[in-house]
């Protein structure tokens, strides 16, 4: 070190005011004071669920460029779910802090150093590298890196993140920063939010001294309002109050448009009062304006729906005298081989002796099981253990696996197959052209959720029926407003939930129940 040459010890958010530039300005947190423990907060995961307009890819690029210049040899990856987002973030984000700030130019850029839109390089030996992924991380192998920062967060497949962050398996730091828009209660963003420390900026009321969590009724006609007095709100005056796990190494901040309601960027009457007015849906404007999470497709049953059906006690393993005395069936969703999120789902149910469908035993088909080798020879496998009559299952994906286990079986009607048409009007009718069952998908979930919610069907205890229950807790309705009429759409997995139903559907023919439901 030369003489009169001392170390500084700053935080990002000081290398931020202090070295980096945009248009000729450094940056402030002046008026945006709740962005500080935002840049500085030291989390092994930091989560950033946010709406629009709140600087969110300037202060990603920010993060990014100060550890870079402040840590040699520091490497960092930042991921979107797509090549234009990368590219804009790379463009419009980061190389113009590099061109503005004078401190970067001088230090840290030279023309020595290759620098592409994908790839930037720092003079001491940091390096920023801007990629994109959405379900397939295959193009990321190979790169090590420090810390990794997820960018709509909402968009990318879960299954991918601990795989790209594996990247930094040599690293002494290893942090992930994901940052996104919200969307429904369950996906990518709100799992991670949801066991976050969950900051929420509070905001006291300076006329009735109460505190304001803000939401939509804190919108006045000219700017952020106390909802409890109607005064107006001084949203910079706040403080971060953890609604979540305190202790929680995922450390989460909600940031609002409310929260910049006086930023210059921001029109009030423009960006908020009128985006009211013309925005297509609710869901859009809590999820783009407040940073909410909002569901608008209800879900038809609840997990306590479910969980009160779980009287079944421990999962069968095999028969005993009881479950020997009543036909059983198999039921099987078939999920596509390379999937890492749906799955083959084999059920095996019976009426018990109140006739009522009971589930035994359920089975996911994972890693080298998936194949469907190893399924055609299951299903017979497990036909043979149970001693089930036929199997329900899926046309469509099982249109092949069907054929090879009917082979097996030695007997075609040993397996009835169903196919979901959103064009029938019957419930169920018997289709003589594809020797299949075809069903209305809305007709028969109805009445299968119809069920749960009147405790007809028996589940395994929670402990042992809980990974199956997510797939039914995955299917929300969808309105259709205009129509006046609703259909069910799954967010995430659904396999275990048709598994059953197949399971359910075929046990009316062994026990001639009551075949047209
Ligand atoms: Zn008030």
């Not at 001084?234 to 930023?263: H, N």
Request: a neutral charge; proline letters at 5%; aromatic letters at 12%.
């Amino acid at each position: 070190m030369k003489k009169n040459q001392k170390t500084v010890r700053l935080t990002p958010a000081q290398f931020t005011t202090q070295c980096l530039y945009l248009k000729g300005e450094p940056f402030s947190f002046s008026g945006y004071e709740h962005m500080v423990p935002v840049y500085d907060i030291n989390a092994r995961e930091l989560v950033l669920k946010t709406s629009r307009q709140v600087s969110k890819s300037t202060t990603l690029a920010n993060l990014m460029l100060s550890r870079a210049c402040m840590i040699p040899h520091f490497n960092q990856l930042y991921i979107s779910p797509s090549v234009d987002q990368s590219k804009i973030f790379s463009n419009d984000r980061v190389t113009p802090v590099i061109e503005d700030s004078p401190v970067l130019r001088k230090y840290y850029v030279n023309t020595g150093l290759m620098q592409n839109v994908f790839t930037k390089h720092l003079a001491n030996g940091s390096r920023l590298y801007l990629r994109y992924a959405q379900s397939d991380p295959d193009r990321l192998r190979g790169l090590s890196t420090d810390i990794n920062y997820y960018d709509e967060a909402q968009d990318i497949d879960p299954d991918i993140i601990p795989i790209v962050n594996q990247s930094m398996s040599r690293s002494m730091y290893k942090k992930s920063v994901f940052s996104g828009t919200p969307k429904r209660t369950k996906g990518t963003l709100a799992s991670l939010w949801y066991r976050s420390t969950m900051y929420e900026w509070f905001v006291k009321c300076q006329g009735c001294y109460k505190y304001n969590f803000l939401d939509h009724k804190n919108i006045g006609i000219k700017g952020p309002i106390c909802k409890y007095c109607g005064n107006y709100l001084d949203t910079k005056q706040g403080q971060w109050i953890p609604t979540g796990d305190p202790e929680s190494f995922t450390k989460g901040f909600r940031i609002s448009i409310l929260m910049f309601a006086g930023a210059p960027w921001i029109d009030w009457h423009h960006d908020v009062i009128q985006y009211r007015k013309t925005c297509t849906s609710d869901a859009i404007f809590f999820n783009e304006v407040l940073g909410l999470e909002y569901d608008d497709g209800v879900s038809p049953v609840t997990e306590a729906d479910i969980r009160r059906c779980c009287t079944g006690g421990p999962m069968k393993t095999e028969l005993d005298r009881i479950t020997s005395s009543h036909p059983r069936v198999l039921g099987i969703d078939y999920g596509p081989m390379a999937s890492n999120r749906s799955h083959t789902v084999l059920t095996v149910l019976q009426r018990n002796r109140q006739s009522k469908p009971e589930v035994l035993f359920m089975k996911k088909y994972r890693a080298e099981e998936a194949d469907y080798g190893f399924i055609h020879d299951d299903v017979p496998r497990q036909m043979t253990h149970w001693g089930g009559s036929i199997v329900g299952a899926d046309a469509g994906l099982g249109d092949g696996p069907n054929a090879e286990i009917r082979k097996r079986l030695g007997a075609f009607e040993k397996v009835i197959a169903f196919r979901h048409l959103s064009s029938q009007k019957s419930l169920m009718q018997w289709n003589d052209k594809s020797m299949e069952y075809t069903l209305n998908k809305t007709k028969v979930l109805t009445k299968f959720f119809q069920m749960i919610k009147n405790q007809e069907i028996v589940f395994p205890q929670w402990e042992d029926f809980n990974e199956f229950a997510q797939d039914i807790l995955n299917m929300t309705i969808d309105y259709d407003d205009t129509m006046g009429t609703y259909r069910y759409v799954n967010d995430g997995p659904d396999d275990a939930l048709h598994s059953i139903l197949y399971s359910e559907l075929a046990s009316r023919f062994v026990n001639n129940y009551n075949i047209t439901i």
